[in-house]
């Protein structure tokens, strides 16, 4: 089939499209293997809150729920097989795209319980029980970028296991992130693994960005209220550039010449939440080689219909970018405590989801016993 020419333009520009949901319905009708073939989605990405959606919101579970509850199965239990199933699913429909972008892409993410955020073993020991559960080579494990969550991503990295690190907000994290993967790849090459199938992305978010800066400015007020709409794209590209730099180090090439890949930047949260704003701003604004974009399914569809790539990101964007906050800071906008109420906050967001999700399927659960 045909690839939309707005798609594949931001692909040949070094995006990789992944697809922000993922749900039962959607695999089993054929949209997800639509989406790949007409507007190159290369790669899935779930959440807490995509499942508590895909689950919650359809009857297509309900046999299986009704299965696992007569097993004797508790909602935990019944929640993770029916994520892992899917994953799974979804794994095994790129695996062709996997193969032939040789582990890049045709990738999909599961998210450790967003419970465990505050605790560095249980993230590991969880992280580890999913790769094993899904039980395919294309399954990325997302654990997210709180102080504790960076340690266990050295460790399962450390492991041979692809990571998906979620939740970054602040480019001060972000190089914590970058740290904590080099570190994992050393001492996986350290114990013989062969660094070649490790794979990770570092989600950097972005719509949630410019949502807590422009209420700030807004109410700082006068010349501030210029600057909104431009902290989010200044941010990511200011990361972009931390990206560049790191992965151009002797660090880093010692460890590609044992067969290394770069951690590629995610672009997540980029559904734009400003009706004022293009609803392609954070697809357009936003292309570098190397990228993945992860996009809900609204957003695809715009960018399908009416996005306009822009130019490259580089060294010279970054500079750009970091002279935006700088504008932002001197404004009166503390973004330290900005990323630090966000990260707060997604934390919150998926706990809660998972906390509705484990809820709906313990009464659907109850139900179904005999």
Not at 240 to 267: I, V
Request: proline share 4%.
């Amino acid at each position: 089939m045909t690839q939309n020419t707005r798609t594949q333009a931001l692909t040949d520009a070094g995006v990789s499209i992944w697809l922000d949901d993922l749900s039962r319905e959607r695999l089993a009708s054929g949209d997800l293997q639509r989406l790949i073939d007409t507007v190159n989605v290369a790669g899935v990405t779930t959440n807490p809150s995509i499942f508590q959606a895909a689950i919650a919101g359809t009857s297509a579970y309900d046999e299986d729920i009704a299965r696992l509850a007569a097993e004797g199965r508790d909602a935990e239990g019944i929640v993770e097989v029916l994520t892992t199933d899917d994953v799974r699913a979804a794994c095994d429909l790129f695996s062709d795209l996997h193969a032939a972008t040789d582990g890049t892409d045709g990738r999909v993410s599961i998210e450790v319980d967003p419970r465990l955020a505050r605790d560095t073993a249980a993230t590991i020991e969880q992280a580890v029980r999913l790769h094993e559960l899904v039980g395919r080579e294309n399954v990325m494990i997302k654990i997210p970028a709180t102080a504790e969550g960076l340690p266990a991503i050295t460790e399962v990295i450390g492991r041979g296991i692809s990571v998906n690190v979620t939740l970054i907000f602040s480019v001060e994290r972000y190089r914590a992130v970058i740290d904590a993967y080099l570190a994992g790849l050393e001492r996986a090459r350290d114990a013989g693994i062969d660094l070649a199938g490790i794979r990770s992305v570092a989600s950097f978010f972005v719509s949630r960005v410019d949502t807590e800066v422009d209420s700030r400015l807004a109410a700082i007020g006068g010349p501030a209220a210029q600057l909104v709409g431009q902290a989010a794209v200044a941010n990511a590209r200011v990361a972009f550039g931390e990206f560049l730099d790191a992965f151009a180090t002797e660090r880093f090439h010692e460890l590609e010449a044992a067969g290394a890949a770069p951690q590629r930047p995610l672009w997540a949260s980029t559904g734009v939440k400003n009706p004022d704003y293009s609803d392609t701003l954070y697809v357009d604004s936003l292309v570098a080689r190397p990228s993945v974009n992860t996009m809900p399914e609204k957003t695809l569809r715009a960018v399908a219909d009416h996005g306009r790539p822009g130019a490259p990101l580089d060294a010279a964007t970054a500079q750009q970018a970091a002279a935006v906050l700088e504008r932002i800071a001197g404004a009166g906008v503390d973004l330290a405590e900005v990323c630090e109420e966000l990260e707060r906050d997604g934390v919150a967001k998926f706990e809660k989801a998972w906390t509705e999700l484990l809820e709906t399927v313990g009464a659907a659960a109850r139900d179904a016993r005999p």
